[in-house]
């Protein structure tokens, strides 16, 4: 069993800063593809970035550029920096764990495991 915890959300005003971080315990061996997603209010719950075990990293294009994910090189500790945010950046954001590589995770129904997440609240 893996359990996950995010920590680092905050209110910031636009063209801030912010660093989550997703502490993971318990076996997390078996993990490969680790992400980030968000959710806002009233919206569907939407990927943000993936890292596979290799450090392969893939962000959507609404934060290419902006954002970056990374990992400790324990696999355990999991990473968001998130640079020039924006209003439209304000959402629950969430990390999950996969038993699978990122490729084979089409879906956000392919991660094994998730955390409760952490709220990120960017002003205008």
């Known amino acids: 069993q893996v359990q996950l915890e995010e920590s680092g959300g905050g209110s910031v005003q636009a063209g801030g800063s912010l660093r989550l971080s997703c502490a993971a315990s318990g076996y997390t061996y078996s993990m490969y593809c680790r992400a980030w997603f968000r959710q806002a209010p009233g919206k569907e719950r939407e990927w943000v970035a993936s890292i596979d075990g290799d450090g392969t990293t893939t962000h959507a294009a609404s934060v290419k550029g902006r954002f970056a994910i990374s990992k400790d090189n324990t696999g355990k500790t999991l990473y968001l920096q998130m640079n020039s945010l924006k209003p439209d950046d304000s959402a629950m954001y969430y990390c999950?764990?996969?038993?699978?590589?990122?490729?084979?995770?089409?879906?956000?129904?392919?991660?094994?495991?998730w955390g409760q997440g952490t709220q990120v609240t960017v002003s205008s």
């Open positions: 999950a764990f996969s038993h699978k590589y990122c490729e084979s995770v089409v879906t956000s129904a392919g991660f094994n495991y």
